[in-house]
Nanobody
Framework: VQLQACGGGLVQVGGSLTLSCAASGVTLSRYSLAWFRQAQGKERELTAGINRSGGGTYYRDSVKGRFTISRDSAKNMVSLRMNNLKPEDTAVYYC?????????????????WGQGTLVTVSS
């Protein structure tokens, strides 16, 4: 199983980025999917998630209304669209999969992880 995350970069405050995570060796539609982020010196935190059924999504309060998680089953990818970025969004972002029906906040609940992609929001 491999997860390849990409799309990070340097963006100014108020800008947008789309992160993508392509999977191989696994069918994403069989998993709950999530994006975590880890800022320097802080713990990894669940940022957005989508349940296996696709019928439910989760967003941490600080990104609600700005971030959108989506799954493309045909391309076997999960994406995170990030709008109106703020300096506090600066972090390494990781995609993750868990073999369960619901998204969990605990990173230990995820079996597969992408390598991380750095997002830097400059003011």
């Amino acid at each position: 199983v491999q997860l390849q995350a990409c799309g990070g970069g340097l963006v100014q405050v108020g800008g947008s980025l789309t992160l993508s995570c392509a999977a191989s060796g696994v069918t994403l539609s069989r998993y709950s999917l999530a994006w975590f982020r880890q800022a320097q010196g802080k713990e990894r935190e669940l940022t957005a998630g989508i349940n296996r059924s696709g019928g439910g999504t989760y967003y941490r309060d600080s990104v609600k209304g700005r971030f959108t998680i989506s799954r493309d089953s045909a391309k076997n990818m999960v994406s995170l669209r990030m709008n109106n970025l703020k300096p506090e969004d600066t972090a390494v972002y990781y995609c993750a999969l868990r073999n369960g029906g619901l998204v969990l906040a605990q990173s230990s609940g995820y079996a597969y992880w992408g390598q991380g992609t750095l997002v830097t929001v400059s003011s």
